[in-house]
């Protein structure tokens, strides 16, 4: 038991000298953060021999765990690191490297807080950059141009913009060559992401084929053991393809295996092991199924106050699901206090409030009037504006999913 352990702690130690980041899945968030602050004070010394590698090494750290909790001081962590290894550069080179790792963090604040001006503003970066030498950097540069291109894509909806953007992925991936394996999981899981999308759009056979095949292989590869947060991705995303599928084949046994998707992802992990990851996975279920209340308001509790996008997307499923259970057995007491809660947040928001947070109340607001109509029989007003005006911003700040809901509502109001 005890030579296990010396074992264990060995493992760990080699694995904190590679530059594969893959084996922080393996700890809970609040470690990655522990990680992170001694990397930072490690790099920070005058006595440092490698500060430049050491920086980029605690930017990383913070970005991983701004990933997991969302939380924005470990996101300007991570920029402080990066351009601090930037300042450190001796070549082209380690430029190059340091200004991709201030560039991810760029993209991250996207995923995290939308906003596309923030994608522009990487994808400047990447246009100053001097030529790459080494093919691995040219490979790197590729594989993150591809990426933020198939998020500028998938902003569009284009059809054509989608397509661009798949072929810029398959040809990052095989720049790669097998070579940097986390890389590859990340752009393979972007490409399934997008073709998913664009099959589901356009009802394509072969995208969605592209999609599975890029999912299976991600599963096959992130062992529980070793990989659970990736494996975890992969499968949400494979149970939002199948759930998308099984509502428009009206297919209950295609429904049920989506289900049980949800349910192996959410079993990966913990909430606390990565708190954004576990609240995603439940948004996603939220979508297609109605979940314990209890389950929404810890997703909701997980991810509000930062300005994140999911939070906005976890407000609106839980006062949905919500709005959904009062309206259903005519609780119109139920339905006003939700209301009075929401019209709170819009009167007096708090410091930290966003504008997809007023959007996600604007939502919310429509909902409670629609399902109040349907008991009173009194018509709503000015329905139609709030939903135009809460998809707009929403789109405008790039949270699509949130837009979509706000859209899908006008247009079909009775199912709110």
């Not at 694995?15 to 922080?24: E, F, H, I, M, V």
């Not at 940097?180 to 997008?194: C, F, G, K, T, Y």
């Not at 096959?220 to 053991?225: L, M, Q, T």
């Not at 995303?237 to 049920?256: E, F, K, Q, S, T």
Request: contains cysteine; glycine residues 6%; charged residues 25%.
């Amino acid at each position: 038991m005890f030579e296990f352990g010396r074992d264990l702690r060995r493992l760990f130690e080699k694995a904190r000298d590679s530059d594969d980041l893959g084996w922080l899945e393996l700890i809970g968030v609040g470690l990655v953060e522990v990680e992170a602050r001694q990397q930072s004070v490690d790099a920070g010394r005058v006595s440092c021999a490698r500060p430049h590698d050491a920086s980029l090494r605690a930017s990383a750290l913070w970005r991983e765990h701004a990933r997991r909790s969302g939380v924005a001081n470990s996101l300007a962590k991570a920029e402080t690191a990066a351009r601090d290894a930037l300042r450190h550069a001796r070549n082209d080179d380690e430029i190059i490297r340091a200004t991709l790792e201030l560039a991810q963090g760029g993209m991250l604040a996207f995923d995290l807080c939308g906003d596309p001006a923030r994608l522009e503003a990487v994808l400047a970066l990447l246009a100053a950059l001097p030529g790459a030498r080494r093919s691995d950097t040219v490979a790197a540069v590729g594989a993150l141009y591809a990426r933020l291109r198939a998020r500028q894509a998938s902003l569009s909806g284009e059809a054509a913009a989608l397509q661009d953007a798949a072929v810029l992925l398959d040809g990052a991936l095989h720049g790669l060559k097998g070579q940097q394996r986390p890389l590859e999981d990340e752009l393979r899981l972007d490409r399934a992401a997008l073709m998913l999308e664009a099959g589901l759009a356009a009802r394509d056979p072969r995208m969605l084929d592209q999609a599975g095949a890029d999912l299976r292989a991600l599963v096959e590869v992130a062992s529980p053991e070793q990989r659970p947060l990736s494996r975890a991705r992969a499968l949400a995303l494979c149970a939002a393809g199948m759930a998308a599928l099984a509502a428009i084949a009206d297919d209950v046994v295609a429904r049920d295996q989506a289900y049980a998707l949800f349910d192996a992802a959410a079993d990966q992990f913990t909430p606390d092991h990565s708190p954004l990851d576990w609240a995603a996975i439940q948004v996603l279920r939220a979508e297609r199924e109605t979940l314990p209340l209890l389950v929404l308001v810890q997703a909701e509790a997980l991810t509000e106050g930062g300005g994140l996008v999911l939070g906005a997307l976890a407000h609106e499923r839980r006062v949905a699901q919500e709005a959904s259970r009062a309206a259903s057995v005519g609780d119109l007491g139920a339905l006003m206090e939700i209301e009075t809660a929401l019209r709170r947040r819009l009167i007096r928001p708090s410091l930290v409030s966003t504008p997809l947070d007023w959007a996600a109340d604007q939502i919310g607001m429509a909902r409670i009037a629609l399902a109040r109509a349907r008991w009173t029989g009194e018509s709503p007003r000015d329905l139609g504006l709030m939903l135009v005006e809460a998809a707009a911003t929403a789109r405008e700040y790039g949270a699509t999913t949130l837009a979509q809901r706000a859209e899908r509502l006008a247009r079909t109001p009775e199912t709110a």
